[in-house]
Each structure stands twice: as C-alpha cells, then as structure tokens.
C-alpha cells in the first residue's frame, strides 16, 4: 500500500493534469467547436424571457453590428471564464483533497482555521495602516486647509482695513 505523502503527490498530479484538460477547453471554446457549461443554459434562458434576438450577423445597420458585437464580446468572455472557474474549482478540490490524504481530516481543519486567524490578523493590520494613513491624510489637509485661512484672513482684512 502507498504512503500517503505519495498518494497525495499522485492526486496533486492528476489534479494539475485535469485542470489543463479543463483549461485546454478555452481554447476549443474560442474556435467555436464547444460551448460554455451553464453559461449557454443561462444565454438561453435570458433570450427567453427577454424574448429578444440577438443580431449577430447583420451587416444592414450600425447599430445592429455594434450590438452583435458586444454580444459576441460578452459572450467570449463569459465563456472563457466559465471554463477558468471550472478549471480553478477542480484544483481547489484536488489540492484539499490532496492534503486531507497527506495530513488528516482533523489536522486539515487545524491548518484551516490557523490559515484564517492569520487572514483574519492580517487583515487588521491592514485595516489599522489604513486607518493611521487616512488620519494622517486629513492631518495634512487641515494643515494646509489652517495655512490658506490665515493668508486669506490677512488678505481679507488688508483689504477691508482700505476701505475704512
């Protein structure tokens, strides 16, 4: 029977191979040989509530050619991207699965919620530079904001002063 360090080497390789696989779909999905999972469930069924037409392919007017255009782009897009989250959703769960193998279920989970105490201090460290930047931004501004009001203030009362 294998080791688990090798069984999970194993399934971290099978993980990075299918995740090529899925990726490989980007590029038959750009050539037009297959469509997007979901996406294309989702396409259609907005055609059928909008109960709209998307002209794809007429050259009759601008407008019509700008929006074919722009269905076309966003449709591109969204298809390259339904197929990239697939992709990093089969890694995310080979990689867990993987190091549930090597470590332990039990001792995944520690790793987790240290991973998240240490996201979570982090981010409070984050949070406070922000804090002391903004604060010494508005330092700064009333700073400058205290030097034109007293250059106005004088030029306000030299004027005034000539009048009287």
Known sequence: ?????????????MTGTVMLMILW???RFCQGDIGAPGFDQFVSMLRATLGTQ???DSASNPID??????YRAMYTMGGIGTWVFIAMTVSSIGSATARIIEVGYTQYLVDCKEAQEEDRRIAQI??????RNELRRIRL???????????GTFFLGVVIGMLF
């Open 1 to 13: 029977m294998p080791s688990r360090a090798a069984l999970a080497k194993a399934i971290s390789f």
């Open 25 to 27: 779909q980007v590029v």
């Open 54 to 56: 998307i002209p794809v």
């Open 65 to 70: 050619m700008a929006v074919g255009w722009f």
């Open 126 to 131: 984050e949070a406070a530079r922000e804090r």
């Open 141 to 151: 501004e009333s700073k400058k904001s205290r030097e034109s009001f007293g250059f």
